[in-house]
Every structure is written in C-alpha cells, then in structure tokens.
C-alpha cells in the first residue's frame, strides 16, 4: 500500500513525484481508485517543478474527463485526505455536466429548417478544426521512458555523461528528471526519464544510433531500458 504525506507540502509532492519516476499510476497498471484518492487530495495541479506529478496529474485529469475510472487499486493512504466514493470515481467532473447541459439547451434553440448563418458557418467549421485536431493528437501517443546509462567506470565524470545525453535533442523528445544510482566497486550509472511521441521517436534507434556512438561513448559504456509505460 502507497503512503503519502500531506500532498499539498513541497515534501508532500516531492515524495509523489519520485514515487510517479518510474511508475505512470499510483498502483498497478492501470488507472485506479487509488489514483483518485492521491488527485483528490491535491488543491491544485503540481508545478512543472514536479515533471512526473505534472504528468501523471494531466493524465488522470485526461481520463476522467473521458470516461472516469473503475479500477479497484491496492490501496493508498494520503495525509488529510477523506475516502473517495464510487460516485465521484465513476463520474466525470461536474462542470462537464454543466457544459453538456449547455449544449442540450443551445440545440434546443437551433432553428433546423432556417438559413444558416455566417456565424452558424463559422461555429461549423471551428468545430470541425477541433474535431481534426483532437483526432491526429490521439493517433500520434506518448511514452513516458526510464532509460540505464552506465559509465565506463568510476573515473566517468558523470555530469558530462549527462550533458551529452541531454545533448540528444530532435523533434518529440523531451528529457525529464535524473538522478544517480550506486552500482557497486564506487562506480554510478545515471537513470533518467524521457517523454516521447511514438510516431517521431524510437528508443531502441535513439540508443542504437546515438548514446552507444560517438563522442557520447566516450563516456557511455551501455544503455538499457527499465520501464516503458504508454501516457
């Protein structure tokens, strides 16, 4: 079972954000209510400063302006926090409702049999963009990665082994927090996540093609992949 503290406290999210590096939810694979329980329990979304947070909460907030979340979860304790009910788990929020009771209104006064007006056009048409839009976002997903990089050994300076890294840049790829891991006989490998657009990046090329050729190998002895979660 996760325990958090109070998550409206700069240790309160610096403690969900390193839980969130190599996970995309609370609990589990899957969105659940333990999720829920941790969104709830937030006054506001976390600040950039947090970039797995600020991920994991756009993405719950995604999910349940979708179709909300039934998933059970294995538990979770949040500091202050009060129990989520079914209702408010399996329930889009109520401003949703709001709006689609706007729309049923506004359809209401649409005269079917009238000329259509340039305004009415325009509406159709802005629509019509948005529809688009929303459609080529959702064909092109993203990937939340946490990548190994181990030195050659332990004299590596292994802030230039990140700068190089970091170095790689090109077009659907973001790098996000790092930090470095004992790995035995004084030597450290960096573990650092990425965000990617499928359709523009692959890790396995980027690996292949990139952190294993010069000059970064002069510094990179080899690179695996620890986790892999679609967003």
Known sequence: MAAFPNLNSDSGLKKLDEHLLTRSYIT???????????FAALAKPPTSQYVNASRWYNHIDALLRISG????????????????????????????????????????????????????????????????????????????????????????????????????????????????????YGIKKLQIMCTIVDDLVSIDTMIEEQLTVEPINEYVQSCDIVAFNKI
């Open 28 to 38: 589990g694979y899957q969105a659940s209510k333990d999720d829920i329980t941790v």
């Open 69 to 184: 979340v039934s998933a059970e979860g294995s538990g979770v304790i949040v500091e202050g926090s009060a129990p989520i009910t079914e209702e408010a788990v399996a329930t889009p929020p109520a401003a949703d409702s709001k709006d689609a009771a706007a729309d049923e209104e506004d359809d209401d006064d649409v005269d079917l049999f009238g000329e259509e007006t340039e305004e009415e056009k325009k509406a159709a048409e802005e629509r019509a963009a948005s529809v688009k839009a929303s459609t080529k976002k959702k064909e092109s997903g993203k990937s939340s990665v946490l990548i190994d990089i181990k030195p050659w050994d332990d004299e590596t300076d292994m802030k230039k082994l990140e700068e190089a890294v970091r170095s790689i840049q090109m077009e659907g790829l973001f790098w996000g927090a790092s930090k470095l891991v004992p790995v035995g």
